[in-house]
């Protein structure tokens, strides 16, 4: 009460709510006012903010959290009542009539769409320090995750305005949404790379807040040990990105540009643009007003698993259950093996990538309800089984997939699977924890995330009819990968299947120990053998045809030892580097046509 003289009528409120939700630990040790004022005062710039960025402020926060911890302390399942089983959904084949139809479809329907981004995590499990977005996707061009991002969504824009016949005025936006941990570096990124040829007005960062911690059962917010002023804070999860695009106003905008489709990804998937356009092809011919990107999982693989959810009482929703949950889940439902592969070798429930794509009306129609609040939990270490104190502080975390939980039955949920090999490459893991995955499951980290982005490009162009040589295993970081020759092409090259058949003729090979990296949007391979290293840019304006033999010392894939502290970050995760002994370079910087024998 002493101090009330220095507070604004907004912190009073805020002291009062304060008070009468518990907390009256908060204040036990101010001293009196003309004593840390100035802290007192960020103390409730801080509690402002918390109270701001949470739907229903904190006091909805303090509430939920007691009883999330309450059904926690109980051993309560979130799942109790429901029935899993395997749901239904697209499953799309590379190359077919059908992929190659839903592609174009998808394409089309590009300039309808905007892409959300999720970047708010740091890579404390990958062993890298900076944001994942400024991790080189592969190291044979270094293009960044964030530059790919791009610049795939900047060859759709293009793709989408040819195919809808003229309509080019189009920009498909991008928003990204970072946190206090990501969003100076992220913002840096964009600024000293030219936002990597978008437009500044086309990407918009959106920042999430953390949220207070939680230090008991009766959700008494934490004080940080270091500042008695300051609440500690973790990181809610991704799934803050429905009420942060609520509140920033653009769905509505979007809605009033005539946009249809929100497509949200995550930081680190070098293949994930692989599989938008036939994915967004599904979306619309479909009409699903949700579609979750999948692949084949095998069983307990660390991703979540689509599954169909059955109630007693009759409600039904198909959802991401996360892989932690579905073993339990099934064992209590009758199956007494949990997640086991079937004859497939892979689990019946196919595995989430986070990949969604959410119909715009009747996102916006959900999030008028809910003001994008998606369903919480809540992971406390307890000390004891009396589970009546923590080891440490918890909060409450949600996560974007969730967001089907709220819908009614009439929502069209769906989901399309796609390979693995075509889709999915995530770069999560640090070398030391990849090669502890049980053999057969993917390792997740840089190194298979690099691999997988040649070997993606190896089949795709070999189904287009190149000769390409088989790939060999080798081992880095103690990680056994398949390696397929390193063949890279920026996305205004090829996007679909289709544009990869326009742009190679006949009669052309690549060896395994080869290199290959094609910049240009008019660059056609046409009789081309390729053993060695070949490195082609050509500028839009340029229509250049290659041709010939191509026989070099080419690049070569060196080991390095992840220990080795002199090398950076991004090279020890991948546990190679790349050695460029000798490669042909073909570089158009005039328009024209051309036709270069090598
Ligand atoms: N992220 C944020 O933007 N904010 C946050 O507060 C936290 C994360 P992780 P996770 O791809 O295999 C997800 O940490 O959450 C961003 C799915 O839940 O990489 O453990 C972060 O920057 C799981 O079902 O993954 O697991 C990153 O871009 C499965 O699909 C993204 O959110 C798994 O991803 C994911 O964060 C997967």
Redesign the pocket.
Same mark, same amino acid.
């Given at each position: 009460r002493r101090n009330l003289q220095i507070l604004s009528p907004d912190q009073i409120e805020l002291a009062r709510m304060l008070l009468l939700e518990g907390q009256t630990h908060l204040f036990a040790h101010w001293p009196e006012a003309g004593v840390d004022d100035q802290n007192k005062k960020s103390f409730f710039e801080q509690v402002s903010r918390l109270n701001a960025s949470y739907p229903g402020g904190l006091v909805s926060y303090i509430k939920n959290a007691r009883n999330l911890l309450a059904d926690s302390k109980a051993g309560k399942n979130p799942y109790d009542g429901f029935t899993p089983s395997v749901p239904s959904g697209e499953i799309l084949t590379f190359g077919d009539d059908k992929f190659i139809k839903l592609e174009e479809e998808g394409a089309k329907e590009a300039r309808n769409a905007a892409f959300v981004l999720?970047? /708010?995590?740091l890579g404390e499990r990958l062993g890298y320090k900076g944001i994942?977005l400024a991790l080189p996707s592969e190291t044979t061009t270094g293009t960044c995750f964030l530059q790919h991002y791009i610049e795939s969504i900047l060859a759709l824009q293009v793709a989408s305005c040819k195919l809808s016949q003229g309509q080019c005025e189009t920009m498909i936006p991008l928003v990204i949404?970072t946190?206090d941990d990501t969003h100076v570096p992220t913002l840096k990124l964009l600024e000293s790379n030219s936002y990597f040829g978008m437009k500044a007005t086309q990407v918009k960062l959106l920042k *999430?807040e953390k949220v207070a911690c939680l230090d008991d059962n009766d959700a008494r917010l934490a004080l940080d040990s270091n500042d008695k002023y300051r609440i500690q804070t973790k !990181? %809610? /999860? %991704?799934g &803050?990105v429905h009420a942060l695009l609520y509140s920033s106003g653009l769905l509505t905008q979007w809605q009033k540009e005539g946009r249809k489709w929100v497509l949200f990804f *995550? &930081?680190t998937n070098g293949l994930l643009f692989k599989a938008i356009p036939a994915s967004l092809g599904v979306s619309s011919t479909k009409g699903y007003h949700v579609n979750s990107l999948a692949v084949p999982r095998k069983a307990k693989e660390a991703? /979540?698993g689509i599954t169909k959810l059955t109630h007693t009482d009759g409600r039904t929703m198909v959802i +991401?259950v996360?892989y932690n949950q579905l073993d339990p889940l099934l064992r209590a439902t009758g199956h007494a093996d949990g997640d086991v592969n079937c004859e497939t070798g892979f689990s019946p429930y196919p595995g +989430?990538? +986070?990949q969604l794509i959410l119909q715009l009306e009747p996102y916006i129609e959900e999030l008028k309800k809910t003001r994008g609040a998606i369903a919480e939990f809540v992971n406390p270490k307890y000390k004891d089984s009396t589970k009546t104190s923590f080891k440490s502080s918890t909060r409450l975390e949600c996560?974007m *997939?969730d967001y089907p939980k709220t819908l009614p039955p009439s929502a069209r949920v769906g989901f399309t699977v796609m390979d693995t090999w075509l889709a999915y490459a !995530?770069v999560?893991n640090n070398p030391e924890d990849a090669a502890k995955v049980p053999k057969g499951n993917p390792y997740h980290s840089a190194t298979s995330g690099e691999m997988a982005i040649y070997r993606a490009n190896s089949l795709i162009l070999r189904k287009a009819g190149v000769q390409i040589a088989d790939p060999v295993l080798d081992v880095f970081n103690g990680q056994e990968v398949v390696v397929w020759p390193r063949i890279t092409w920026k996305p205004k090259w090829a996007l679909t299947f289709s544009d990869v058949k326009k742009k190679v003729g006949n009669g052309c090979s690549i060896s395994q120990r080869s290199t290959m990296a094609v910049n240009g949007q008019n660059v056609f391979l046409d009789g081309l053998s390729v053993d060695g290293t070949l490195v082609v840019s050509a500028i839009d304006e340029a229509e250049v045809k290659v041709t010939g033999s191509v026989q070099n010392k080419g690049w070569i894939l060196k080991h390095i030892d992840y220990k080795d502290c002199s090398l950076p970050e991004e090279t020890l995760t991948r546990g190679f580097t790349i050695d460029k002994v000798e490669q042909l370079e073909v570089n158009h910087t005039e328009p024209g046509k051309f036709e270069f024998r090598c």
């Open positions: 999720v970047a /708010g995590g994942k949404m946190s *999430q !990181p %809610h /999860g %991704h &803050d *995550q &930081d991703i /979540g +991401n996360e +989430n990538i +986070n996560m *997939q !995530p999560k």
